[in-house]
């Protein structure tokens, strides 16, 4: 998929001040400092799009981006941050779940990963709810360029087959950095094919 568009929409504070439109929406989220932002702008080519910040916790708010006028990229709050106060940390828990769980034009969310850590009690229990819930999700693994090529697979492994402990089957997973843009094309091409498939099935309805 080229990108030949992308346009902030605005940013919104939970799932039922978002815009009523029906343009499928691709959603990114994983816990504070994994990335997103950063994967954001890789993706779009587009540097400044998203805020990219040393201090996790930045991105607070459900941020709408506009695609090539087709589809919405949707940048969701970190999940485990500890540092934020109970009280934000249950507010972005809930707005996340909200979104995740009502959105109906959420054709698939992102979980990202990162590629240099064993599998988190949070991502695991974070996964385990989308489960639970039918959110439709593909993973990511993110900061591959920290680590050698070896040390990322073997991780990648490990945190597939623990996994794999609770669930039959895993979805797609892509292997990512924002600084060498290592899986843009594979995710973009995903992202293609899920609207491409989507749109012969409405034709033949
Ligand atoms: P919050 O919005 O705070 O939840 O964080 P986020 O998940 O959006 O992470 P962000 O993109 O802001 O990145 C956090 C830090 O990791 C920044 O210092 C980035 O420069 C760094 N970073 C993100 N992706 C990569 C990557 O692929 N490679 C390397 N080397 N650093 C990365
Ligand atoms: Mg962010």
């Not at 109906?104 to 996964?127: G, P, Y």
């Amino acid at each position: 998929m080229n990108i030949k568009s992308v346009d902030f929409v605005a940013s919104y504070p939970k799932e039922s001040a978002c815009p009523k439109d029906v343009k499928p929406e691709f959603a990114f989220i994983g816990r504070s400092n994994v990335g997103k932002s950063s994967l954001i702008n890789m993706l779009t080519g587009r540097k400044g799009m998203a805020k990219v910040s040393v201090t996790p916790g930045k991105t607070q708010l459900i941020n709408f981006f506009d695609i090539n006028h087709q589809w919405h990229l949707v940048d969701l709050p970190g999940y485990g941050y500890a540092r934020t106060s109970k009280d934000k940390k249950a507010a972005f828990s809930k707005m996340i779940r909200d979104y995740l769980s009502k959105r109906t034009q959420l054709f698939l969310a992102f979980v990202l990963l990162d590629s240099r850590h064993e599998l988190q009690k949070i991502d695991q229990q974070f996964l385990e709810w989308c489960g639970e819930n039918n959110v439709p999700f593909a993973l990511i693994f993110t900061k591959a360029d920290k680590s050698s090529k070896k040390e990322v697979i073997s991780n990648v492994e490990a945190i597939r087959s623990e996994l794999l402990k609770t669930w039959h089957e895993l979805p797609p997973h892509f292997i990512t950095s924002s600084e060498t843009k290592l899986g843009r094309e594979d995710i973009l091409q995903y992202i293609k094919m899920i609207l491409t498939q989507t749109d012969v099935k409405e034709d033949h309805i």
